[in-house]
């Protein structure tokens, strides 16, 4: 008798525990799709920052894109951003638009503009860590020039 209601109780345990599983799997499946709009970041602090705030206004004039990502560097500005599904087919032509508008505004600025998902969750993963009080400014600026590297090494 009890070993009937042992085995019914670890039945439904293992009916629950799979069916959990699968609600992860099914919510990491939408991450590339969730906009997360994170703010505009500098690993400087001595500059201003209403230039990078502005530069985040202008590649959201796109309406191709949805999510875009700005880090301010001592030399160079990273530009992340992700394109809607309808517009992945011309996301070199974006690339071009956007660094060409980018140049044209900001002409004493150096950009990196990329549409590629992993450079995206890298700025989101440096934003996080420089929330955080143990992650220096010169740690901040070493992986940023790190993720700028990573886009030359992607083209």
């Given amino acids: 008798m009890v070993t009937r ?12 525990g799979a069916c959990n599983g699968k609600q992860q799997e099914k919510d990491s499946q939408l991450a590339l799709m969730k906009t997360t709009n994170p703010t505009p970041l500098m690993t400087d602090k001595t500059k201003n920052s209403d230039k990078v705030k502005e530069i985040k206004e202008v590649v959201s004039t796109f309406p191709e894109l949805y999510d875009i990502a700005v880090v301010k560097g001592k030399k160079d500005t990273l530009v992340a951003y992700k394109v809607k599904h309808l517009h992945r087919f011309k996301m070199k032509k974006i690339e071009k638009r956007v660094t060409k508008r980018l140049n044209e505004k900001f002409p004493k600025e150096e950009f990196t503009v990329s549409s590629d998902y992993k450079i995206f969750l890298e700025t989101l993963r440096l934003d996080e860590k420089m929330h955080s009080k143990k992650f220096s400014r010169h740690e901040a600026e070493k992986r940023f020039k790190e993720i700028v590297k990573m886009t030359e090494d992607i083209k």
């Fill in 5 to 16: 209601y042992g085995l019914i109780l670890l039945t439904c345990l293992f009916v629950l």
